[in-house]
């Protein structure tokens, strides 16, 4: 039998990790082939013009789980996570945050997603498209020990966006009318608590840049751990766990993602197949061991 962090998610019902770390589902079946077609039939342009093979692999943000996302709701259905209540952010403090990250801005906006926001943003978007983040990368610091997809005892691990030599993602166009709406959404999941800074960066689509919103690491929280080496990263994925998944999912469901876009991402391809080369040795050590019994 294989252990938690063995099982894939495929497919339309690939598990989805929020870019906290804790807002996790797994995103709704699209056996129809085109999830978006329902929610997008008002719109005179498609959002997935410009790439068609994304329609049947993000989820149709109304009945997105991160659609009506709240700390509360969250205890409501997963009441273990009550003792950390006092770890979220308050809806003031929060609120404060966003009018802080949105001061000046006008008109549509573009937020960018490096992890599972591109596969299932919550968000009504008039625009999906390929987008190139220079001087960041998406790397595996962000640590999960609360229960969602790692322990105290076994720690999960997930995406979150540093500092480095760039990084590929999704970037979603918010019409200037839905702005306030959905950026509320947005923040309610990405600001759930201490871990990012809400910051605008400049991102290229095909070598145009644009401004985008994106959520950037905070060093200064204990969860962000840059420091982590290699071999505590593969054991932190292989073996975290928790009532929404495991960590493996998570980094499997960035790359099927890359894959369907075209993107080769070495860290996270070469990470995933580290992961795996651990687990067969871990599982061939059990077996043997059971053999000697």
Same mark, same amino acid.
């Given at each position: 039998?294989?252990?938690?962090?063995?099982?894939?998610?495929?497919?339309?019902?690939?598990?989805?990790?929020?870019?906290?770390?804790?807002?996790?589902?797994?995103?709704?079946?699209?056996?129809?082939?085109?999830?978006?077609?329902?929610?997008?039939?008002?719109?005179?342009?498609?959002?997935?013009?410009?790439?068609?093979?994304?329609?049947?692999?993000?989820?149709?943000?109304?009945?997105?789980?991160?659609?009506?996302?709240?700390?509360?709701?969250?205890? !409501?259905?997963?009441?273990? =996570?009550?003792?950390?209540? /006092?770890?979220?952010?308050? $809806?003031? @403090?929060? #609120?404060?945050? *966003? %009018?802080?990250?949105?001061?000046?801005?006008?008109?549509?906006?573009?937020?960018?997603?490096?992890?599972?926001?591109?596969?299932?943003?919550?968000?009504?978007?008039?625009?999906?498209?390929?987008?190139?983040?220079?001087?960041?990368?998406?790397?595996?610091?962000?640590?999960?020990?609360?229960?969602?997809?790692?322990?105290?005892?076994?720690?999960?691990?997930?995406?979150?966006?540093?500092?480095?030599?760039?990084?590929?993602?999704?970037?979603?166009?918010?019409?200037?009318?839905?702005?306030?709406?959905?950026?509320?959404?947005?923040?309610?999941?990405?600001?759930?608590?201490?871990?990012?800074?809400?910051?605008?960066?400049?991102?290229?689509?095909?070598? !145009?840049?644009?401004?985008? =919103?994106?959520?950037?690491? /905070?060093?200064?929280?204990? $969860?962000? @751990?840059? #420091?982590?080496? *290699? %071999?505590?990263?593969?054991?932190?994925?292989?073996?975290?766990?928790?009532?929404?998944?495991?960590?493996?999912?998570?980094?499997?469901?960035?790359?099927?993602?890359?894959?369907?876009?075209?993107?080769?991402?070495?860290?996270?391809?070469?990470?995933?197949?580290?992961?795996?080369?651990?687990?067969?040795?871990?599982?061939?050590?059990?077996?043997?061991?059971?053999?000697?019994?």
């Amino acid at each position: 039998m294989q252990s938690p962090a063995r099982v894939q998610a495929r497919g339309c019902g690939t598990s989805a990790l929020g870019q906290t770390g804790l807002a996790v589902r797994d995103v709704a079946p699209c056996a129809n082939g085109a999830i978006y077609n329902k929610a997008y039939q008002s719109l005179e342009t498609d959002p997935f013009a410009h790439h068609p093979e994304l329609r049947s692999r993000i989820a149709d943000p109304e009945n997105s789980f991160f659609r009506t996302f709240s700390v509360d709701r969250m205890i !409501a259905q997963f009441p273990q =996570l009550e003792e950390h209540r /006092d770890w979220a952010f308050s $809806d003031a @403090k929060r #609120e404060a945050l *966003r %009018a802080e990250a949105l001061d000046g801005h006008s008109g549509d906006l573009w937020v960018f997603g490096y992890g599972s926001l591109m596969w299932d943003p919550a968000l009504r978007f008039t625009t999906v498209r390929r987008a190139h983040l220079r001087d960041h990368a998406r790397r595996m610091i962000l640590v999960d020990w609360r229960g969602a997809r790692g322990t105290a005892d076994a720690p999960g691990l997930m995406a979150a966006l540093d500092h480095g030599p760039g990084c590929h993602g999704l970037v979603f166009r918010i019409a200037e009318a839905d702005v306030d709406r959905e950026t509320e959404i947005l923040f309610r999941r990405e600001m759930i608590a201490p871990g990012y800074h809400a910051r605008f960066v400049t991102v290229d689509i095909d070598e !145009a840049p644009a401004r985008a =919103l994106a959520f950037v690491a /905070d060093h200064t929280v204990d $969860d962000i @751990k840059p #420091e982590l080496s *290699r %071999a505590e990263q593969i054991r932190y994925i292989a073996h975290g766990a928790g009532f929404l998944g495991t960590s493996r999912d998570y980094l499997l469901n960035i790359v099927e993602h890359f894959e369907t876009l075209g993107i080769h991402d070495p860290e996270c391809s070469e990470l995933l197949g580290a992961v795996d080369a651990y687990l067969e040795t871990q599982d061939r050590a059990a077996s043997g061991a059971e053999t000697l019994r």
